[in-house]
T-cell receptor
Framework: DAGVTQSPTHLIKTRGQQVTLRCSPK?????VSWYQQALGQGPQFIFQ???????QRGNFPDRFSGHQFPNYSSELNVNALLLGDSALYLC??????????????FGAGTRLSVL | AQSVTQLGSHVSVSEGALVLLRCNYS??????LFWYVQYPNQGLQLLLK??????LVKGINGFEAEFKKSETSFHLTKPSAHMSDAAEYFC????????????FGTGTRLTIIP
């Protein structure tokens, strides 16, 4: 059973560029959440996608956008990159419904460096 | 609003000693609580979860945590530390009412002294 997979594992960009990160959820999961983890910090919630719609959003600017596809995979896009966007970006998947009790499974992350 | 406070950004214990990592939460609704572990250059692995069933929760790798509503705490313990336990540990809280975001603490780095 494949877990959550993310690509690429590492990425280097320069300020002002745009980046797209990808995530495939754990088999059977239908909800994808994205988190940003700055160095030495806990993960911060960016947004969550369910049924191809953004359902909830954290305190991140509109430069951060996303998409969910019919197969439940997801992309995170960041425009006009800033040095402060350098971080580990984590994708988590879960199964909608109270029986699932919001148990989120994380991928290994994409480490983005902005120069 | 929900929040988590992890007391002690760094904890060192000797191999074979008790591990105690502290987590206090704040939530206006019944919480779900989680402990995750992160090894260097890896993502987060779920250690254990509290979802309003038994207050003493057992997880993987010999870890357990006890939900104490009166103290708003969810401390993580392990009776005997092993070298392989060295990692970063995160406590997280989410809303009881569904597939809500996780709010994480700032983490505790656990070092095991041989």
């Amino acid at each position: 059973d494949a877990g959550v997979t993310q690509s690429p594992t590492h990425l280097i960009k320069t300020r002002g560029q745009q980046v797209t990160l990808r995530c495939s959820p754990k088999s059977g999961h239908d909800t994808v959440s994205w988190y940003q983890q700055a160095l030495g910090q806990g993960p911060q919630f960016i947004f969550q996608y369910y049924e191809e719609e953004e359902r909830q959003r954290g305190n991140f600017p509109d430069r951060f956008s996303g998409h969910q596809f019919p197969n439940y995979s997801s992309e995170l896009n960041v425009n006009a990159l800033l040095l402060g966007d350098s971080a580990l970006y984590l994708c988590a998947s879960s199964l909608e419904g109270r029986l699932a009790k919001n148990i989120q499974y994380f991928g290994a992350g994409t480490r983005l460096s902005v120069l | 609003a929900q929040s988590v406070t992890q007391l002690g950004s760094h904890v060192s214990v000797s191999e074979g000693a008790l591990v105690l990592l502290r987590c206090n939460y704040s939530s206006s609704v019944p919480p779900y609580l989680f402990w995750y572990v992160q090894y260097p250059n890896q993502g987060l692995q779920l250690l254990l979860k509290y979802t309003s069933a038994a207050t003493l929760v057992k997880g993987i790798n010999g870890f357990e945590a006890e939900f104490k509503k009166s103290e708003t705490s969810f401390h993580l313990t392990k009776p005997s530390a092993h070298m392989s336990d060295a990692a970063e540990y995160f406590c997280a809280v989410s809303d009881y009412f569904g597939n809500e975001k996780l709010t994480f603490g700032t983490g505790t780095r656990l070092t095991i002294i041989p």
